[in-house]
T-cell receptor
Framework: NAGVTQTPKFQVLKTGQSMTLQCAQD?????MSWYRQDPGMGLRLIHY???????DQGEVPNGYNVSRSTTEDFPLRLLSAAPSQTSVYFC??????????????FGQGTRLTVV | ELKVEQNPLFLSMQEGKNYTIYCNYS?????LYWYRQDPGKSLESLFV?????AVKQEGRLMASLDTKARLSTLHITAAVHDLSATYFC??????????????FGGGTRLMVKP
């Protein structure tokens, strides 16, 4: 198993450009989510999904879109990049949807800089 | 809105000393996680606490959960330099139709000096 794979690891964008951060997991997990990490603020939830075709907003969804066409993939799209979106992005997946679940598995992160 | 607060945010300590990191949260939950993060790296799972009174230990780290007080602690015994990292707690809340959500504390940056 590869676990949770994020690409790219690093990216520099110009303001106004769009891009997609990829996240894939091979553990057949139902629940996947995207977080951004800013200095001194911990991780904040952007969007999450409980299964193929089902997504919902987290704490900081503005400027981002997601889709979940398959169980394995959960891409995060930046529609028009802004400097405020400079951050480190983490994708996470969790085995079960519902009240019982174990640990979350995190990808290696994508460091995004918007200039 | 769930709030998760960790303190201290920064901790500098000498090797061999003991210390405790606190994680308070504002709503009912019986699931709490502790993670470690090294600079430039992803999050490494340390402990999963699933019930009131749960206590788990791994090496020099021990975590506990008091769901009535909405408090978790991460205790460090006889710190060593290799424990230097940022530690996060994360609380699970039930998100209704959308499933569970993890909400993170702001992190505690630990520096252990030789």
């Amino acid at each position: 198993n590869a676990g949770v794979t994020q690409t790219p690891k690093f990216q520099v964008l110009k303001t106004g450009q769009s891009m997609t951060l990829q996240c894939a997991q091979d553990m057949n997990h139902e629940y996947m989510s995207w977080y951004r990490q800013d200095p001194g603020m911990g991780l904040r939830l952007i969007h999450y999904s409980v299964g193929a075709g089902i997504t919902d907003q987290g704490e900081v969804p503005n400027g981002y879109n997601v889709s979940r066409s398959t169980t394995e993939d959960f891409p995060l799209r930046l529609l028009s990049a802004a400097p405020s979106q400079t951050s480190v992005y983490f994708c996470a997946s969790i085995p079960n949807v519902g009240r019982e679940h174990t640990e979350a598995f995190f990808g290696q992160g994508t460091r995004l800089t918007v200039v | 809105e769930l709030k998760v607060e960790q303190n201290p945010l920064f901790l500098s300590m000498q090797e061999g000393k003991n210390y405790t990191i606190y994680c308070n949260y504002s709503t009912t939950s019986d699931r709490l996680y502790w993670y470690r993060q090294d600079p430039g790296k992803s999050l490494e799972s340390l402990f999963v606490l699933l019930s009131n009174g749960a206590v788990k230990q791994e090496g020099r780290l021990m975590a506990s959960l008091d769901t009535k007080a909405r408090l978790s602690t991460l205790h460090i015994t006889a710190a060593v330099h290799d424990l230097s990292a940022t530690y996060f707690c994360a609380v699970v809340t039930w998100g209704g139709n959308a499933g569970n959500m993890l909400t993170f504390g702001g992190g505690t940056r630990l520096m252990v000096k030789p």
